[in-house]
Structure formats: C-alpha cells, structure tokens
C-alpha cells in the first residue's frame, strides 16, 4: 500500500484482524519519501498503525510517474525500508520473469546472493527490523537449490519464495513452492510474495508456506467482484439487481450482515462507496481464511478443511490436476472432493495402463 | 413526526425538538447529504463515530436509486433501513440533490419534473415519485415540486407555483400511512408568488415545509426577503426545511428567518477541494484568537491539505477535535493521501467536516438558547469576511 488499504480505515482494518500489512517502498520512496517519513517517526507513526509492517524491497517496479525502471543499490533499498521503519524489510533481489529462459535466470539468482551479503551489510536496525531474504531462481530446481542454501547459511529471520505468481503455470509453481518449503528451515516463515488467489494460498498453506501478499482482493473489489467460498461473485453482473441474499451468507462481516447484493450491484464501478464496501468484504474474507487455515491446523484438522474448501469451491469434483498433485505432495487427502472419474483416471495413471485404455471422460 | 418550537431568540431564530423515527433532535440541525442512501465516503461502520443523535439525519433523494436498483426490489427489501443497513437513522426524502440530481426547469412540463441526474435527464410524474416514497418508507418526505431558477419569466415563475401546489395535493392523496409529509413551497424571486404559495401551502394538511427553488441563483442578498416572505404566511409550530443552501453565512440566514432543517452540500464540496474546516467552535477559543501567521492563507476558516505547508505537520487538522480523523491522524498524512490520490482521504475529511460543521449547528442552538443569535451571527460574519 502507499500508507493506506484502499479505502479503508485502519480502525476497519483492526476489526476485520488483520495484522501485517505491506507497505510499497518504490511509491512510498517518491511520496512523501523515506526520509520524510523517518523524520516524522516511521511508517508506523505516519500512518497511526498499531500492528506489524513489511515492506517490500522497492525493486519489483517500473516508475508509474515518468516511465523510467527505478534502478536501487542493495544498500539503497536498505537504507530506504530502514528509514520506514517497518518490523520486516525484504532484501534486494534480482527477479526474473518465470517465463523467460536461459543465462539470465542463473545470473539473477547468484546475483540475488551476493545481494544478500551487501543489504546484511548496509541494514542498520537488525534489532528492530527483520530481513528476509528471498529465493530465486526461476523454475530450475538445482539454482532453486543453490539459492535456498546460500540463504539458509545467513541465517536470516526469515525467508521468502519469490519469483512466482508471474504468469507461469500453475504445476510448475507449486512445484517450486514444495521445493522450497521442503528445504528452508522449519523454525522460520515462509512467505510467498504475490500469493494470491484463495485457492492458490490454501495450496500453498498444505505445502508449508505460512505469509502471502496479494493487491487481488482489494484490486478485484474495485471491478465489482466479491471473493466468496464458491469462487468469485460479479456485482456487475444484471442478475444481482434483483437479488436480496446477501453476498455470502455464511460471512459474518458487517457489509454481508447489513447489505443485499442487489444495493451493491447499484452502487459498484458507479459509487466510491461500492469499492469500500466491496473492499472491506474482500479482505475480511481473506482474513477468514487464514484464520480457519490457522486454527484447522492447530486443531489438527487440517485435511477436512481443505476438502470442505475444494467442495464448496468445486462442487462437480472438478478440482484442477496440480492442486491435485500439489495435495499429494502435501500428504493431504483430497479423494473425497474429487469427482469419481477423476479419481479413477489418477488410480488408472498409476496403474501404468495402456494410453488408448485411459478415456477421457 | 412530532415538533415542538423550545426557545426564541431575537428575530425570527428558534430553537425546537423534533421527534422523529427513534430520534429527538434538536433543531436548528443539519441533514447529512448522501448518494444512494449512504455517505459519500464515510463508511457505514464509521457513522457511529459521529456525533449522535445530531448525524442521524440523513437527505436521500430517491432519484438515486433508479440507477441501478428497482422500487420493487427496495420495497421487497423492507425500505431504506433495512436497505442501508442504517437502523438508528431517520431518512428525509426530497428529490432534489444539490450535487447529481439537479432540477431542469427547462424540461419540466405538467406531467412531471425534469432533473439532470447521472443516468440522464429524467422526467417524473407525481405518481411515479409517491411509488418510490412508498418503497423506500422514509420517515420524512417532501412533495414534488417544479423548482425554477431566479431568471425565469414571471408566467413561468406562476405556473411553476400553480403545478407545486397541484402535485402536492396528489401526493398527499396518494401519501403512504407512515411518514411524515412536508409540503414544497415555491416561487422563484417573486416575493408575491413566494407569498402566495407559502399561504396555499398552509391550508394543507402537512406536518411541516419545505422551502424549494432557493439556491438555484437568487443572491445571498435578496434571500431574506424572500425566506420572510416564505414564512410569514406559515404557522409558527411546524418545522421548515430548506436545501441548497451551502455557507455557514447562508446557514445563519436561514435560520435568522426561522428555519428549522438544512440540507447542504458545503461538507461535500470542501471534502472534494481537500478543504477541512478549522474556524474555532470554542467559546474561549473564539474570545481569545490569535491566528499565527503560517495558519493564514486566504482564509482562515480552512485549511486546504492539500497545500505543501502540511507536509510535516504532525498537528491533527483541529487540536482538541475529538473526530475519529483528529483523533488519529495528522495534517501531514492527510497531505500524503492526497498527494497519492488515496479515498481514505476523503473519507478522513469527510468524517472531520461533518463533525466541525455539526459542531457549528451546536453553537447556533446554544446562541438561540442563550437569547443571543443575532450577536453570534454577527460577530461569525464579521470575524471571517
């Protein structure tokens, strides 16, 4: 965010539980800048919230001002996030897209190590900020490797898996996601930055992920989509006009308990109101989420959670294959979402039957 | 819908108690403005926060929501409380909206009003506006009225008299059994069709009044006359609501006259120009003011935070406003909010604006009790000319 939740207010923000929130160091670096910022105390104090902040390395962007690539220093980035005072800051990497092959993606990720020394070096308040490092190494698995333990040596606070949710697919994703997980240390987070859609961070939460950030429910609320245990709900849509459930019945924030998806559907893409409301839902509903994948797990019911999600979420036992495959991976039992053909076809896979013998159904 | 005039002050200021819905308010009180029922910022869950029982008033024209939501589906609904989840409000109905449903005398005809509203020009018939009072079931509406501006003809001025008077009585023949009426008053610039409206409009069996057609380009000076003209033929012990009238100065007109209810949409448009309100609302601030020379721009009643001067200030807008965005935040981060073109912004001032200018009304009723309006009038318009 640039010092704010799209419309909301940190009092709503509090109340629907939210307790980190991530702050964009490239646009908070241009307005009001770091410097200014620390002058008037920190993130913390400017934007009066109590509770945690992370901020991103300020690398990842293009300058939506004048166009130009904002070229940082590790020491830069480091002295900008120790100026905002945030309780996480990440290190500078060299992110490559996902899809693109070749050297590049070698030199980024042992350039992402020798940053990592450097941003060590520059960071000024390890006692009071944590800095992550972040594994790169685009979809190849041994630089994956060399990376995740030429971090683990610094022995950082924390880690994160970065690199993805840039339009690869989503089996290699997942892949590179339990690869990492199965390799960091267990003590320290994990946080998959750009994660994501619900589903995406369910699958990643059963592969051993713990932090994820995503603008999509906030970015989604302003096109006047509502994330719901089905999947998504259009406001726009002109069904919603005459529709007096509201959006998600079994939800208990304060937009589903006093408003119709009829009054939504007039007020988004035409009223501010619309996105603030629809923004408010979006996040209570992520934050729903992550307390349930918390609490499934404390309680050791971690499984039926995410096979009472799948269900709702796919209720043909459509469930895509890598989640699929992610699950198994995972070790979670997902049998009982699946439609019954489904799981023959994977039964029938496994048994190394014969191509032509497998139909598609 | 009970009302009851409490106190005098000189002149024709005064002092009541309105009960309405599950409210008593005081009067002189102002009408929080709204788009579809809600602010145009604050958030819902944030209202609470405003001082109550002075914000639960809230100005609903029901032209708003025939963009986008049927009269059937509200009614299916239950009506605006249940709509807007809005229990503990009280809801006025008047069409006009100073800000997105602006009457077009132009198009107006016998069959019905013009307005120039977001989803075009729209015509509605006394009938079709009746079925939008009876679906949404505001405790309070006013009657269809065909509102021109100061510089129409005299024929058009009359006849815009004549067809506000006949509506009235078709919408109070078809008026729902819930909801208090008020009737529309007319007349343009004439002080006698002003006069001759206002007379007719008292024989009618209406709970209060609404005083239309002022704000659409008469000036601040020929206001009074026409507003004596308006209340002179009305009786004393029902409540007079006007709209379009912005100013704190043409707020202290209004009631100078003897008005009871304001709709304004001053908050809204200082909201949008990044403007909060800081004239001092403390009697012994008032007393002892000493602006310091970085407060003053040009003027002193406001600030624009907009302005490069707040960027480090770590003040909130007013020291000792107990608003939720005084309360919390600063000048410099509102600058911030600004600068990134961030809704939190509005919503923040919004929140501040609409507290201070409450807090504006709260002195005004303390003059009229106090005997002393007409100083306190004077003394504001003399201090911020």
Redesign the interface.
Known sequence: MAGTIKGLATYQLEEIGCQIILGNTYHLALRPTSELIDELGGLHKFMNWPRALLTDSGGFQMSPVDGKPMLLTPEESIQIQNRIGADIIMALDDVVKTTITGPRIEEAMYRTLRWIDRCIAAHKRPHDQNLFGIVQGGLDPVLRDICVRGLVDRNLPGYAIGGLAGGEDKDSFWRVVAQCTATLPEDKPRYVMGVGYPLDIVVCSALGADMYDCVYPTRTARFGTALVPEGVLKLKHRAMAEDTRPIDPTCACMVCKNYTRAYIHSLVTKDAMGSQLLSFHNLYYMMQLSKNLHSSIVQGKFPEFVCNFLQKMFPKGDIPEWVCNAMEVAEIDISSCCAPFRYIQATKVQSNLNEDEIQAV | MKFAVKAWSNGGARAGILHLGTSTIDTPSLLLST??G????I????LSCLPSPESRLLHVSPLH?L????MK?IS??GGLHQ???LHDHCFVSVPRDSIQCLPEANSTNKIGASFET?CGRLLIKPVEYMEMISSTRPELWATLADEVPAWVSDKRNKTSVDRTIKWLDECISLSPASGAVFGAIVGGSSLEERRRCAQEVATRNVSGYWVGGLGLGESMDERPALLNAVIEALPEEKPRLICGLGLPEEILQGIAAGVDLFESTYIYHLTLGGFALTFPLDRTQINALNLAPSDVGSDPRKINLRATVF??D?MPIVEGCTC?TCR???R??I???L??H???A???LEIHNTHHFLGFFRLIREAINAGRFEEFRKEFVQRWR
């Open positions: 788009r579809k809600l602010p145009h910022f958030s819902p869950d944030l929501f963009e986008g939501l049927s589906t299916k609904i709509l807007l989840g977001p960027r480090k770590t939720y919390n935040h600063t410099a981060y600058n911030h909010l600068n990134v961030e809704m939190l509005q919503i923040l």
